[in-house]
């Protein structure tokens, strides 16, 4: 069993915007490369800033056990919750997951110093609609029962019920004012996925993210109710257009890949390209996207500081995540929304509430569903009877499934402590080993116990969908 190693965030600060470009290299001393691995759980001897949790931990207000030994129950449960999520970040270009190519995340990953750190976690999906219906409900899409499809030109449809039982609408419940600001329609009313909240505040960059949220927090913290913000940065994205302040010099490409056509023209034409033109402009957008998310982790921490400034810090948990990553033709494809390699189902998350929490990073396997459960145990609020996700320590959990629909060219998956197992609807299959974070040896063998081990925990969810589906897509080439 294969579980990361414990990483130090890197705590160089990023430029600010009016500063010149540059970007300096964390020290390989401090920041493990990714695919470093250690065979164990976290314990209280991993880092002096890591603590083992107490199982038998109960609240005084409830009296009722924690399940997560991470909430230690050592204070009172927060009276707000604030939700920070960034759209489209890779979890290997964050420092704090070992990346030494850039200064990405120097904010986030001081943040998550701060509380309950999960890096070896996983999204349902790689698209931003699929991925926060799993977390915001800690149920997966079958669960749910919607599957929003993301078939190239078919259109997305909106949630098709106004009953989602979102974060939202739970806290809304409970008596908690509720507030959205988004820069991606996928979790606004436009798809009927901004249920629960009182008021919604649509943002198109993440300076425009940053400055709405900043009024949120000074709005909802001089009103007298306990209250949930989210937050949401649409960037990294495409178009790959960090500001110049975010950019290093020394990278070069035949295309303006900054620019939305340029990207697509350079996607078109990739093939035709020389190895020398093609590593060039790897390395540019490499270079671009770094910075967009140097930039996002500047704007994020904007509003971590107007909570500070607010006084309501104190009182606050800040839940923090990325949505799923990004392709940049590893597997032979661009962007998201396509397959569930690591690059794209991978994920970053954490919890951050000291009087509650304690700095902790957990490296065994998580999902998006449990997020929410873990956050409820945190607020003293009873479990979700149809979760799906559970506890962050309650349990080992044995597999996260992730699912992609595309009709014909759906994509299903199952990752574990030992190995992630990739099924698409036309027959193809992989199969890397867990500690193959970069997925570059394919081990599919039908012949394999390991293999046959993941195809069992897969199958039943395969055979599941397959018998709700109505456009009449059929998985094939199955064993």
Request: charge should be negative.
């Amino acid at each position: 069993m294969f579980w990361w190693t414990l990483l130090l965030a890197c705590q160089a600060p990023a430029p600010s915007e009016g500063s010149t470009a540059g970007t300096p290299t964390p020290s390989s001393s401090t920041v493990p490369t990714a695919d470093s691995a250690v065979v164990g759980s976290p314990t209280a001897d991993s880092s002096p800033d890591t603590v083992a949790p107490t199982a038998d931990s109960t609240s005084p207000w409830s009296g009722e056990p924690t399940a997560s030994p991470y909430v230690l129950r050592s204070g009172p449960p927060p009276d707000n919750v604030l939700f920070l999520s960034i759209d489209t970040t890779r979890a290997d270009r964050l420092n704090g997951n070992g990346y030494t190519g850039a200064v990405t995340s120097p904010h986030v990953d001081a943040l998550l110093d701060r509380g309950l750190a999960l890096r070896h976690h996983y999204s349902c999906s790689s698209w931003t609609m699929a991925s926060f219906l799993c977390l915001l409900t800690a149920r997966d899409q079958l669960t749910i029962g919607y599957w929003p499809d993301n078939h190239t030109g078919s259109g997305i449809a909106p949630y098709p019920t106004d009953d989602l039982p979102s974060l939202a609408r739970q806290l809304s419940d409970e008596g908690f004012a509720t507030s959205l600001v988004t820069g991606n329609s996928l979790i606004s009313t436009n798809f009927n996925m901004s249920q629960g909240h009182d008021t919604v505040k649509r943002t198109f960059s993440a300076r425009e993210t940053a400055h709405e949220g900043i009024a949120a927090v000074e709005r909802l913290t001089d009103g007298d109710e306990r209250w949930f913000l989210h937050v949401h940065f649409m960037d990294p994205h495409t178009p790959y257009d960090a500001p110049e302040a975010f950019r290093t010099k020394g990278t070069d490409c035949v295309y303006d890949v900054a620019d939305i056509d340029a990207f697509h023209d350079l996607r078109s034409e990739w093939a035709t390209l020389s190895a020398d033109d093609q590593a060039a402009c790897q390395a540019h957008l490499t270079m671009l996207y770094d910075g967009l998310i140097a930039h996002t982790d500047a704007q994020l921490q904007r509003v971590v500081d107007a909570l500070e400034a607010s006084g309501a810090a104190d009182t606050t948990l800040i839940l923090f995540a990325t949505d799923h990553g990004e392709a940049f033709y590893e597997h032979g494809d661009w962007e998201h929304g396509h397959d569930l390699h690591n690059e794209l189902q991978r994920a970053t998350a954490g919890l951050v509430y000291p009087p509650r929490i304690a700095p902790a990073v957990h490296d065994e396997l998580t999902g998006h569903q449990d997020l929410v459960p873990t956050l409820r145990e945190a607020l003293d609020l009873p479990p979700l009877a149809d979760a799906t996700g559970v506890p962050i320590g309650s349990a080992p959990i044995d597999a996260v499934h992730g699912l992609v629909y595309r009709n014909a060219r759906t994509v299903q998956s199952v990752t574990t402590p030992t190995g992630r197992l990739q099924y698409r609807w036309d027959g193809a299959a992989w199969f890397y080993a867990a500690d193959d974070l970069a997925e570059v040896d394919d081990l599919y063998d039908l012949d394999d116990p390991d293999v046959q081990a993941h195809w069992s925990l897969l199958r039943p969810q395969i055979d599941e969908l397959a018998s709700r589906v109505t456009d009449g897509s059929v998985p094939l080439g199955l064993p």
